[in-house]
């Protein structure tokens, strides 16, 4: 039924989401990294573990030369407004309710959360309310109405992260980096890795996959070292 149901989605860089750990890490500053990281990708993550399981569903056209040429056409539990903002007040109520770790809570909730808001500014309509239900179908769309632009955002708004947190070189580098990496996905005019993608929807999974570990862990990893301005870096300043 939900089979003929094909429409063209354009997901947020993997690189982009992992940049809002950065924020929370600012907000948050006695919350280790590691479970912001997971929460700003859990959305995701669930996306691929759902699509290798077959609940979800990725299909391609018979020739891929830009994200327009994939569609994400099933994804109905991982991305849809009820599951995200569930997770998150789930994932409060446990973490500072029933565990007591009042900050963790918090930033893991609004991690989650702010997955289904990035998605949302993004995505062509494919965000459903809850899974069962078709329509609306919500997401403004930035990437169907100016993908120019909607790569100039995306830029913008890992370098904003970076800045907010006063990370160093090399977590700017990686956030450069990781936008860049995608734009041959943006134009068919561009040629890239994508047209190897046609027909091989596990194949884009996992190259997802790939990418969502691989910038989480770098992110990480390049997190632990900030700019000289930052105050973060005197232990006397740093709060419990
Ligand atoms: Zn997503």
Same mark, same amino acid.
């Given at each position: 039924?939900?089979?003929?149901?094909?429409?063209?989605?354009?997901?947020?860089?993997?690189?982009d989401?992992?940049?809002?750990?950065?924020?929370?890490?600012?907000?948050?500053?006695?919350? #280790?990294?590691?479970? *912001?990281? @997971?929460?700003?990708?859990?959305?995701?993550? !669930?996306? +691929?573990?759902?699509?290798?399981? $077959? &609940?979800?569903?990725?299909?391609?056209?018979?020739?891929?030369?830009?994200?327009?040429?994939?569609?994400?056409?099933?994804?109905?539990?991982?991305?849809?407004?009820?599951?995200?903002?569930?997770?998150?007040?789930?994932?409060?109520?446990?973490?500072?309710?029933?565990?007591?770790?009042?900050?963790?809570?918090?930033?893991?909730?609004?991690?989650?959360?702010?997955?289904?808001?990035?998605?949302?500014?993004?995505?062509?309509?494919?965000?459903?309310?809850?899974?069962?239900?078709?329509? #609306?179908?919500?997401? *403004?769309? @930035?990437?169907?109405?100016?993908?120019?632009? !909607?790569? +100039?955002v995306e830029m913008?708004y $890992? &370098?904003?992260?970076?800045?907010?947190?006063?990370?160093?070189?090399?977590?700017?580098?990686?956030?450069?980096?990781?936008?860049?990496?995608?734009?041959?996905?943006?134009?068919?005019?561009?040629?890239?890795?994508?047209?190897?993608?046609?027909?091989?929807?596990?194949?884009?999974?996992?190259?997802?996959?790939?990418?969502?570990?691989?910038?989480?862990?770098?992110?990480?990893?390049?997190?632990?070292?900030?700019?000289?301005?930052?105050?973060?870096?005197?232990?006397?300043?740093?709060?419990?």
């Amino acid at each position: 039924m939900h089979a003929n149901v094909v429409f063209v989605s354009k997901t947020m860089f993997a690189v982009d989401h992992a940049a809002t750990a950065l924020l929370l890490k600012r907000r948050y500053p006695a919350v #280790p990294i590691a479970p *912001l990281l @997971l929460a700003v990708q859990v959305m995701e993550l !669930a996306w +691929v573990a759902l699509n290798y399981l $077959g &609940v979800e569903h990725t299909t391609t056209e018979p020739v891929v030369r830009s994200v327009a040429d994939i569609h994400l056409a099933w994804m109905p539990y991982s991305h849809s407004v009820i599951t995200a903002l569930g997770a998150a007040v789930i994932a409060w109520a446990v973490i500072e309710l029933g565990m007591g770790r009042r900050a963790l809570g918090r930033a893991v909730a609004l991690g989650i959360a702010s997955h289904l808001v990035l998605d949302l500014l993004t995505h062509a309509h494919d965000i459903v309310l809850w899974p069962g239900r078709v329509s #609306p179908r919500l997401g *403004l769309g @930035l990437y169907d109405a100016a993908p120019a632009a !909607a790569f +100039v955002v995306e830029m913008a708004y $890992g &370098v904003v992260c970076w800045w907010i947190y006063r990370g160093g070189r090399g977590l700017l580098a990686l956030i450069v980096l990781g936008n860049l990496a995608n734009l041959s996905l943006l134009s068919p005019s561009i040629p890239g890795p994508e047209a190897f993608l046609a027909g091989r929807p596990v194949l884009v999974v996992s190259l997802v996959a790939l990418q969502i570990v691989v910038t989480l862990v770098l992110t990480g990893v390049l997190a632990r070292s900030r700019g000289p301005t930052s105050p973060v870096m005197v232990p006397s300043v740093r709060r419990a």
